[in-house]
Structures are given as structure tokens and as C-alpha cells.
């Protein structure tokens, strides 16, 4: 039956969706937070992956736990980031800053896809031997069931955090109403800064859980950041289900594209998904 | 006193460069050529740039379109003037038909939009092997004294691009296109077609980057993805244009043949730390711009054209 | 001939019925003063003529052809021109260059011209000034000169006195009221002061919540009980 493979077709494509969906709404919080469209945001994902990777080699220590030490890591990275870089940025006035941004944002995912190459040389991916489940005629990896499930624990602490701390909370309120916000005493600045953090750490998981997925050439960082603009965009700004949604249509499309054409062409997908995406939005920008 | 300083200036430039290919290695000119190709896309980006304010970081994909272009001529052995001719009808076919789409985006969207399409364009000339070699490219056999004559038509082009920005900026067009950066909604009630503007101007500066194209074919012998739509060639005229300014003839010349040369060196060394190198300057451009580009009543309007008075 | 003729003009921001059926003439050479308190909808009225709203429904002829939906551009080509309610100068550039820019819809216009306008509206001495530099009341003149230089057929104004003083408001009122006289525009004004408007314009047109409630002249205007019900009591009246 040539039912079975495309559901396994399916199910990967929902689990490729999902990762990107992890780094989609990362960026769809920092979007929300400053209007930035953090051009950085894939590199981090992929150094975030590099440096698992060199971890992963040198010490034999499993995936998922490597994980949980390099995923705060890059909150850390964030943060910094937005203290240090975009922080300044944001302070210009209006014209200035939107090309500050890009041009920043820009050099610094140039900065940080250098800095793998230079740590890695070459493609690097990670294999793990799992041993696959049956359902029936469908024959799914552990390995993807796995990742599935990491995936949606993500999302359900990642709801948490939105709708039950403090932090979530301010985030919500700043987003909707920044004065407001501001002059109820939560500070803007402090809640850009940790947004920049989880959304970076997000996007890190992302890259980390993409290693097991397929090999991640260091040169990766701007089409992954292309690939999540087209889907926060598509998706709608700012609004997390919409870039999960999104996302998970773009891993599905992508995966079918990849079996049917050609590898090659999988990855332009994303490409002219941005390019309409676009363009529609910026209609729509226009008869106001 | 400027005026006259500029221009002995200017003069002597030119001297000293039309002397050089009689005077250095072939290695020198090459080197001169290949700057004088990034001074040529950097002029191309800043037609747009200085004026509409919108970044068209996809100014490569015209270059890119007129480098292969002419060396997919070449190597089918069509004659030299028939490659200029298809190459310069391709680079015009692709403009207007991505610039039709591309005006309508406006501000972060611009920017992401046309790297989005220098993306596209590398994937593409990864993938369509019959058309582009894929990712070897293609070889084509120039002939021995084909950087001389390149050098002087890029030294030429360079001069032109020049004059014909400042005259642009002086001219009605040159105001339409200030008006929309300053307010687009507020140019549009002035009766100013927008669209159409950036459309024309996107074109203009497309087409000497295409130009810079079939150049560097003609005189590399070669064009690959990497040359075309790499990071290099897309983001070095970026952060040129941007912190130098292309508007007074002396001091950004020398300082885009600084930074061309560094990154010569660069690319020879360590590849990996060009882009480290192009990421640091791009960040240092979007924290100190220099912007030699806002000049009331330009300066450099007045010293080219000698003792024009100040007529706004 | 009506310069202007608009015909069950509505338009709604989603749920928000913003304008409803309304209704104008404009004749030749006319100054008409549109009232109302905020959120009338005098503002959305002017986008929409303007075209930079495209309007839902009915008809806005300009010169008999209906504009409604055409783009900002071709309709100032036509002969529209207008200014903000909040000053909007073009950035980066200096007086001159803005008054310059709005002149080349006429052609090339000579600096000795351009100049003359920049003196009916005192700008003369900021003439290079960078024109996000000027001071409020100078910007609201700035929109002036660049409208004067385009010779407008129509000439929307989008509360043109709000921020000014008395004297500056006598000299904006004449400059509109020069306009008519030397290019024969007819003027549609917008604004809260009622007072001043009535001595420049002859028609009133009041608008409430989208809809118009009267027309006619300012007396009559302002006897109207439904205008008088609106404003309660017409404290901006200042007489």
C-alpha cells in the first residue's frame, strides 16, 4: 500500500514542523516583545547545535542531556546578546534603527556561522541506533516518537511560562500595551532581555534536536532564519499557535517536496513561501 | 578652494590608473579589477540606498544573473557581442520582472525579501546544473589581454555610475525618489508614483551591477554560485556604501580599496574568517554609520561640475 | 460645474461604521467647512477622497469622474491636493526641497517662484533648514506652501488651525482664501472652530458619528438643533 510511507512521510513532516516550530516561536516572542526580526536567530540555532555536537563527541554523554546544559546556555547567550548588540540598536531613532537592525542582526549571524565553520569544518549530524515501532503497516522510529514528545513538552512549558509566572505575565501585558506596562512598574527593558534569552534558547533546542534529524552544514544559520521569517510571518506576528501552525504546514511541505522532486529544492520552499508571504503582507500593509 | 583641490585630486587619480596596466604585473590589475567590481555594485546598491532609503541587499542577483549570463554565452562559443547583448537583455528581464514585486515590500520586509531572492538565486544555480554547471560553475576561455581591457571599462563604468547618481540627485527624479523616502504616503498625494519610481531606479542600479557581472566573467574566465551570490560579493558593497558613503570622489575611494584589499588577503588566508571579518564590519555599520551620503546641497555637486554655482 | 460630488460615501473599520451615506457638493470656487467633534469622521472622509483609504462604498465624483478607489497619486495628478491633521514633512529634506518636490507635478518650477511661495507662508528664512526642524506652526505652513505650489483644482485642509495662534490662523485663512481667488480651488476645511471657519468658509457641512446632520450656511448651521444637541451648547464658538 503506498498508504503507509506517506504517512511516515507525514509524521516527519509534522516533526520537522515541530522544530521548527520551537525556533519560530522564539522568534515570534522577540518579535512581539521589540519588533526586531532578529536576523541571528538560525545562527544560534546552528552553534547552538555545533557546540552539542563537539560536547556530544568529546565526552559520549547522550543527546537530551547535553541538551539541558547547552539550552541555558544560550539563554544566557541571549541575553547578552540583547544587552550588548540590539539593546544600543533599539535606542536610534525610528529610520536609523530599522536598517541598524538588519545590518547588525546580519553580522552577527555572519558572525556566528564563522565562528562554527571554524569549530566544524564540515557537515556534522548525530546517529542514534533506535529500535523502530509498528503500528500496523507504519513503521516509526522511537527516535522520531521521541522527538515528538520532546517537542510537546516544550510547548506545554513553554504555555506555562506564558500564562502562569510572573514573567509570562509582564510579557503579555508589555506586548499588548507597552506605556501601560511600563508605568505599572514592569520594567521593558529587563523583559526584552529575557525574551531575547528564551527565544534563543528555543531556537538553540531547535538546532540541538535538528542534529538527529538530518546533517547541519555550518552555513545553515540564514536559510533556518529565512525558513522561521517565512513561517512567524505566515503564521501572523507575534501570535505563537499561528507560527505552529505555520510551521508544521512548512515542515510538511518541505518533507513531501524533498521526497517527490529533490532534496535541492526542499529547502527553496521556504524561499518562495517568504517571498508570497511577503508580498501578501505587504498589501495588506498598503490599503490599510 | 575645495573645488579646485578635488579635482587636481581627481585628475591625478586618473592619471595614475590609466598608467597602471602599463606599468604593473597582470596580478595587480586583476586585483584592481576585482575592487573596482565591488566599487561598481557598491555604487549600484547606494542608487538605491541613499535615495529611497531601502536596502536592496539582493543587489548581487543582477550580477550574478549578468555573470552567468555572459559566460553561458561564451561557452556555447556565441560571439562576444552577442553575449553582451543576451546577458544585458537577461540582467533587464529579471530587474523589472523581481523589481515589479519587490517595490511593492516595504522597509524590514524589502531587506528580507531580497535576501530572500539571493538565497533563492544561489539554490537555484546549485540546482539548475544544465543552465549553471551547478556547483562547479562554468569555465570559459578569455582571451590574454582581457583584464587590461576590463580595467579600463570598469574604471570608466565606476566614473559614470558616479556622475550619473549626483546628476540623479540634483534632477526631478532624484527628488520623487527623496520625497518617498522621506514620506511615502505623503509623496503619493504629491502626485508621485511610487512604485514606478523605485522601479526605474531599482533597474538602473541592477543593470551596472549586471554589467559589473559580465565584467568579472570576462575577465575570471569563471563564475561560480559562490562568486555570484556568495556572502562576499552581496554583503561587501553593502558595507561599503554604508560606511563610506559614495559621494565625494577622494576619501571613499581609498577607503573601498582598503577594505576590498583586506578582504583580498582575507579570502587568500583564512575563508573562514572573511565572513567573521564581514559580519564584524556589518555590525559596525549599523552602529556607526557614516553618512556622507546626507549632504545639503552636495558638496561634491559643486566640485564636479566646476564653477556651477549653487543652484538647488 | 460641481468640482466635487460625493454619493452615499460609507466606510467601517471593521465592525466600526466609521461613515455612512454621506453625502456633498462642492461648486466651483468655494471654500465648505466640514464640522464635528472627534471621531466624526472627518479625517476618514479626507483619507478616503484623498485615496489613501480605498472607500466600501458609493461615489466621490471629482470633476464628474468618480475617484472612488483610485490610488493617492493619480488622484493629486488630477488636481487633489492636500494637507494632514498632524503636520507630515518629508524627511531629510529641507523647506525648499519640499515646497520643490510638490511644484514638479506643474513641471519645473523656477527658484524666484518657489521662493515667492516660501514668503507668503514666512518661510523664507528656513528655506534650507532641514524641515523636520521647524516649529509646529511652521510645519502647518510648510503643508500650505506645498499645496500652493501644486495649484490644486481641490484643496483638502484636515484642521489646518488646531495648534495655531489667532494671528496665524488670520494669515492661513487668507492664503486659503487667495488660493480661490488665484487658482480658482475650491477648499473643503475641517475643524472644531467654528468661529474661524465661518470667515473663511461659506457652506458648513456638520458630521456626527458618520453621518451628516446638516448642511447649509453657518447660520443656519448653527441654529440646526441636531448640530446644537451635538456640540452642547457650542462652547468653541468664539465670537
Known sequence: MTLAPLLELLIFGILLGGIYGLSAIGLSLIFGIARVLNLAHGAFAVLAAAVSFVVIQATGLNLLFVAMLVVPLFFVAGYVYEILLIHRMLSFNRERRIEALILGTLGFGLVTESIVSIIIPRNFGVNYQFLPISFGEITVSTLRLLLLAVVAITTVILHFIVYKTWYGKALRATIDDAETAQLMGINFDRITSITFGLGTALSALGGILLLLVFNISPNMGFPITLKVLAIIILGGLGSILGSLAASIALGISETFAGFFLDTAWSNSISLVVLLVVVLIKSEGLLRR | MKTAEDIVIAALALATMSAVPFVSSSYIVFLLNGIMVLALCSLSFNLVYADTGYMNLGNSVPFGVGAYAFAFALSHNWSATLAVVVSILAILFFSALSGIFIVRLKGAYYAIGTLALVLFAQALAYNLGWLTGGYQGIIVNVAGGSAYSAYYILAFLNAVLLLLTAAIRKSSFGYRMRSIKGNEIVASTLGINAAVNKVIVLIIGSLFAGIAGILSTSYNGFVTSESSFGISITFLPVIMAILLGSFSIVAPLIGVTIVALASEIFVTTIPQLTDFMLGILLILAALYPKNLIVLKNSRFLKNKSGVRSASS | ?239
Open chain 3, 1 to 239: 460645474m460641481q468640482v466635487l460630488k460625493i454619493e452615499n460615501l460609507s466606510h467601517a473599520f471593521g465592525p466600526l461604521k466609521v461613515l455612512e451615506d454621506v453625502y456633498l457638493d462642492l461648486e466651483d470656487n468655494t471654500i465648505t467647512a466640514i464640522i464635528g467633534p472627534n471621531g466624526s469622521g472627518k479625517s476618514t472622509l479626507f483619507n478616503l477622497i484623498s485615496g489613501t483609504l480605498r472607500p466600501q462604498g458609493g461615489n466621490i465624483l471629482f470633476n464628474g469622474i468618480n475617484i472612488a478607489g483610485f490610488k493617492p497619486y493619480v488622484i493629486a495628478r488630477r488636481g487633489l491636493s492636500r494637507t494632514f491633521q498632524d503636520p507630515q514633512p518629508l524627511c531629510g529634506m529641507t523647506v525648499l526641497e519640499n515646497v520643490k518636490t510638490a511644484s514638479l507635478l506643474n513641471g519645473t518650477a523656477s527658484k524666484e517662484s518657489l521662493l515667492r511661495i516660501l514668503v507668503q507662508c514666512s518661510l523664507e528664512n528656513e528655506a534650507d533648514t532641514d524641515a523636520t526642524g521647524l516649529s509646529f506652526a511652521k510645519l502647518r505652513f510648510l503643508e500650505l506652501a506645498r499645496v500652493m505650489a501644486m495649484k490644486p483644482k481641490l484643496l483638502l485642509v484636515d484642521e489646518p488651525f488646531s495648534g495655531l495662534n489667532t494671528s496665524e490662523i488670520e494669515r492661513m485663512s487668507n492664503l486659503l482664501l487667495r488660493m480661490r481667488d488665484e487658482f480658482g480651488t475650491s477648499t473643503l476645511i475641517s475643524g472644531h472652530l467654528v468661529g474661524h471657519l465661518a470667515k473663511v468658509a461659506k457652506e458648513f457641512v456638520a458630521l456626527h458619528r458618520g453621518k451628516v446632520i446638516a448642511k447649509g450656511s453657518f447660520d443656519e448651521v448653527r441654529n440646526n438643533p441636531a448640530v446644537i444637541e451635538t456640540y452642547l451648547g457650542e462652547s468653541n464658538v468664539e465670537n
